[in-house]
């Protein structure tokens, strides 16, 4: 018998008992007659104490151990003189009585502690060592408990989980495909699926009219960190379902997940506008934990002789409640922070609302005290506020001031990780115009419905069309998306000819959906989850990594098992496939 219990049950109710535990070594000391090892396995930590008096042999045995040595102990539970307030187990000890190496360890690369002193790089090559801290173990579990919790509140709302195929069909449409190349069918490949969209919508076809599945996704498109090549998703489907039903269900899961895991009731889900969520944030992915909203100007702002305003197609700010006493210094660092690439804009301009009534800004030569009421009045201000603004091309400068708001919010403490405000963004536009390639492309994907209302728009003014679509938004985290589907092979044909396909090259990619379509297609709709990302937000942190337990770094390589990798000529000539050197750098043809 290896183990009688964990390192994490045992407590003064067990006070005498004959254990036996076993486990990693986390840490040992040496305090003169006595030495004392904290003894680690998922479940928690227990201390062991070996007395030189009592057991000289065994007490030297004991100081000979190294960190991460898996051992095994036969003692008895007592109880603690000093005792651990931080550990589940620090009202008791083990006195040892017998000890066994079951495999020694090597000198750890890194601490294996809760702050580690290892570099992210050095940690990912030695995933497996890393995996053993705590943080990290708190995070698989979380992400364990989410995904019972999911299946069960699916499964008790009567959704069935099937699997759909890896090996699909490759597409155009969305990010790059991951392809395998086929043995058995020479010059042809596969793809990995990037969503089950097309298999979930054929399972409806079927009669399956609540589906979900918690599947792997696989995109090959540039890394960050809430991205990742493979990811997982929660991905539901039902049949018979307009938007509102669908945002029903996903409503009561989210707010069963989070009450289940986190102990938090969430309130309302309020919904919002794709085009009002621009509008007043920027993004379409609002953080709503707290206001700052957009407030144009162009109509108090230009024609007062500021070359940059009027030559601008739009000024906007912001109202920063309480910040109107900011330095010199603080308002040339926030210049600074919008002026970096990654913000794009050329500069900023600020107006203090005094305390006096009066106001200060940056562009006093061109507005009077009585143009900056004006504006005051637009921003709802009061004094001791700051109002921030930026300038130029529309698109580009809300992706700008909708940066700085986030940042003000994160100076201010307004986006704190204990709140946590839903918002459901709907009514996005259908289609989305590519000007690299003069066409226009699904924003979502080719098979979301566009309302009703403006199908007889679809070619005619196809920018002009709205969709059946939703997003699923919190603490500005895009969370979830969907819609209802095209179940109509002739709205299905009208779609795919807004998208720039011939009737052949529809017909070559989809013509599968396109004939289940003929043989009763029920109107349908879904949903599918971010797991990754929701497991990181339950967990309070911005990286997916950490909430994966082999995930790959910003350039798509696992450095522990050296992926990805060559591969033989013999099985390349397998695959009917060869390397050719391009410029002394190898390319795969």
Same mark, same amino acid.
């Given at each position: 018998?290896?183990?009688?219990?964990?390192?994490?049950?045992?407590?003064?109710?067990?006070?005498?008992?004959?254990?036996?535990?076993?486990?990693?070594?986390?840490?040992?000391?040496?305090?003169?007659?006595?030495? *004392?090892?904290?003894?680690?396995?998922?479940?928690?930590?227990?201390?062991?104490?070996?007395?030189?008096?009592?057991?000289?042999?065994?007490?030297?045995?004991?100081?000979?151990?190294?960190?991460?040595?898996?051992?095994?102990? %036969?003692?008895?539970?007592?109880?603690?003189?000093?005792?651990?307030?931080?550990?589940?187990?620090?009202?008791? +000890?083990?006195?040892?009585?017998?000890?066994?190496?079951?495999? #020694?360890?090597?000198?750890?690369?890194?601490?294996?502690?809760?702050?580690?002193?290892?570099?992210?790089?050095?940690?990912?090559?030695?995933?497996?060592?890393?995996?053993?801290?705590?943080?990290?173990?708190?995070?698989?579990?979380?992400?364990?408990?989410?995904?019972?919790?999911?299946?069960?509140?699916?499964?008790?709302?009567?959704? $069935?989980?099937? =699997?759909?195929?890896?090996?699909? %069909?490759?597409?155009?449409?969305?990010?790059?495909?991951?392809? $395998?190349?086929?043995?058995?069918?020479?010059?042809?490949?596969?793809?990995?699926?990037?969503?089950?969209?097309?298999?979930?919508?054929?399972?409806?076809?079927?009669?399956?009219?609540?589906?979900?599945?918690?599947?792997?996704?696989?995109?090959?498109?540039?890394?960050?960190? !809430?991205?990742?090549?493979?990811?997982?998703?929660?991905?539901? =489907?039902?049949?018979?379902?307009?938007?509102?039903?669908?945002?029903?269900?996903?409503?009561?899961?989210?707010?069963?997940?989070?009450?289940?895991?986190?102990? $938090?009731?969430?309130?309302?889900?309020?919904?919002?506008?794709?085009?009002?969520?621009?509008?007043?944030?920027?993004?379409?992915?609002? !953080?709503?934990?707290?206001?700052?909203?957009?407030?144009?100007?162009? !109509?108090?702002?230009?024609?007062?002789?500021?070359?940059?305003?009027?030559?601008?197609?739009?000024?906007?700010?912001?109202?920063?409640?309480?910040?109107?006493?900011?330095?010199?210094?603080?308002? @040339?660092?926030?210049? +600074?922070?919008?002026?970096?690439?990654?913000?794009?804009?050329?500069?900023?301009?600020?107006?203090?609302?005094?305390?006096?009534?009066?106001?200060?800004?940056?562009?006093?030569?061109?507005?009077?005290?009585?143009?900056?009421?004006?504006?005051?009045?637009?921003?709802?201000? %009061?004094?001791? !506020?700051?109002?921030?603004?930026?300038?130029?091309?529309?698109?580009?400068?809300?992706? &700008?001031?909708?940066?700085?708001?986030? =940042?003000?919010?994160?100076?201010?403490?307004?986006?704190?990780?204990?709140?946590?405000?839903?918002?459901?963004?709907? @009514?996005?536009?259908?289609?989305?115009?590519?000007?690299?390639?003069?066409?226009?492309? #699904?924003?979502?994907?080719?098979?979301?419905?566009?309302?009703?209302?403006?199908?007889?728009?679809?070619?005619?003014?196809?920018?002009?069309?709205?969709?059946? &679509?939703?997003?699923?938004?919190?603490?500005?985290?895009?969370?979830?998306?969907?819609?209802?589907?095209?179940?109509?092979?002739?709205?299905?044909?009208?779609?795919?000819?807004?998208?720039?396909?011939?009737?052949?090259? &529809?017909?070559?990619?989809?013509? *599968?959906?396109?004939?289940?379509? +003929?043989?009763?297609?029920?109107?349908?709709?879904?949903?599918?989850?971010?797991?990754?990302?929701?497991? #990181?937000?339950?967990?309070?942190?911005?990286?997916?990594?950490? *909430?994966?337990?082999?995930?790959?770094?910003?350039?798509?390589?696992?450095?522990?098992?050296?992926?990805?990798?060559?591969?033989? #000529?013999?099985?390349?000539?397998?695959?009917?496939?060869?390397?050719?050197?391009?410029?002394?750098?190898?390319?795969?043809?």
């Amino acid at each position: 018998m290896y183990r009688t219990n964990t390192c994490g049950e045992l407590s003064l109710a067990d006070v005498n008992k004959k254990v036996i535990l076993s486990g990693w070594i986390q840490k040992s000391r040496d305090l003169g007659g006595m030495t *004392f090892i904290d003894l680690r396995d998922r479940y928690g930590i227990t201390q062991l104490v070996f007395d030189m008096d009592t057991n000289e042999d065994l007490c030297k045995k004991a100081r000979k151990l190294g960190r991460e040595y898996v051992i095994k102990v %036969k003692g008895t539970v007592a109880e603690r003189s000093n005792k651990n307030k931080n550990l589940a187990t620090g009202d008791i +000890e083990i006195i040892v009585e017998a000890i066994e190496i079951l495999n #020694a360890s090597q000198v750890p690369p890194f601490t294996i502690e809760e702050n580690t002193d290892g570099g992210e790089e050095l940690r990912m090559k030695y995933r497996y060592l890393d995996l053993r801290r705590k943080p990290l173990k708190e995070n698989l579990l979380l992400r364990h408990k989410l995904s019972m919790a999911v299946r069960n509140f699916l499964s008790d709302n009567d959704f $069935v989980e099937i =699997e759909t195929p890896y090996l699909i %069909k490759s597409t155009p449409e969305g990010a790059r495909d991951f392809v $395998v190349p086929s043995r058995m069918n020479r010059g042809e490949f596969y793809a990995l699926p990037q969503s089950p969209q097309t298999f979930k919508q054929l399972l409806m076809i079927s009669g399956y009219d609540r589906y979900f599945q918690l599947v792997k996704c696989f995109r090959d498109e540039d890394l960050r960190a !809430d991205r990742q090549p493979e990811f997982t998703q929660i991905d539901c =489907e039902m049949s018979f379902v307009e938007r509102d039903d669908v945002l029903d269900v996903f409503e009561r899961m989210t707010k069963h997940v989070f009450s289940k895991l986190k102990g $938090v009731e969430l309130g309302d889900f309020p919904k919002m506008k794709y085009d009002d969520a621009m509008r007043l944030y920027g993004s379409d992915k609002p !953080d709503i934990r707290f206001g700052m909203t957009f407030v144009e100007l162009n !109509d108090v702002a230009k024609g007062k002789g500021f070359k940059i305003f009027d030559e601008a197609e739009l000024v906007v700010g912001i109202n920063v409640e309480g910040a109107g006493s900011y330095s010199r210094k603080q308002l @040339d660092k926030l210049t +600074e922070f919008v002026r970096r690439p990654q913000v794009g804009a050329k500069g900023l301009v600020y107006v203090k609302y005094n305390d006096d009534g009066s106001f200060k800004s940056s562009i006093d030569k061109f507005y009077s005290q009585d143009d900056l009421q004006q504006w005051a009045g637009l921003f709802g201000a %009061k004094a001791g !506020d700051l109002m921030l603004v930026l300038s130029g091309d529309k698109d580009a400068t809300r992706k &700008a001031l909708n940066e700085l708001r986030l =940042e003000m919010g994160e100076r201010l403490g307004l986006r704190k990780k204990d709140v946590f405000k839903p918002l459901w963004v709907v @009514d996005f536009p259908l289609l989305e115009w590519d000007d690299e390639n003069q066409r226009y492309h #699904a924003m979502h994907h080719p098979f979301t419905s566009p309302k009703k209302e403006e199908t007889s728009l679809l070619e005619s003014s196809p920018a002009e069309v709205h969709a059946e &679509a939703y997003d699923l938004v919190i603490n500005g985290v895009e969370i979830g998306g969907g819609s209802i589907r095209i179940h109509d092979r002739e709205l299905q044909s009208k779609m795919f000819k807004a998208l720039g396909f011939s009737e052949e090259e &529809a017909r070559e990619q989809f013509g *599968f959906l396109m004939n289940a379509f +003929e043989y009763g297609a029920p109107p349908h709709g879904g949903i599918a989850f971010g797991f990754d990302r929701l497991a #990181a937000l339950l967990g309070g942190s911005e990286s997916i990594r950490d *909430f994966i337990a082999f995930p790959k770094n910003n350039r798509g390589q696992d450095v522990m098992i050296s992926s990805p990798s060559t591969i033989s #000529a013999e099985q390349l000539d397998e695959l009917g496939l060869e390397i050719k050197k391009n410029n002394d750098s190898e390319q795969g043809e």
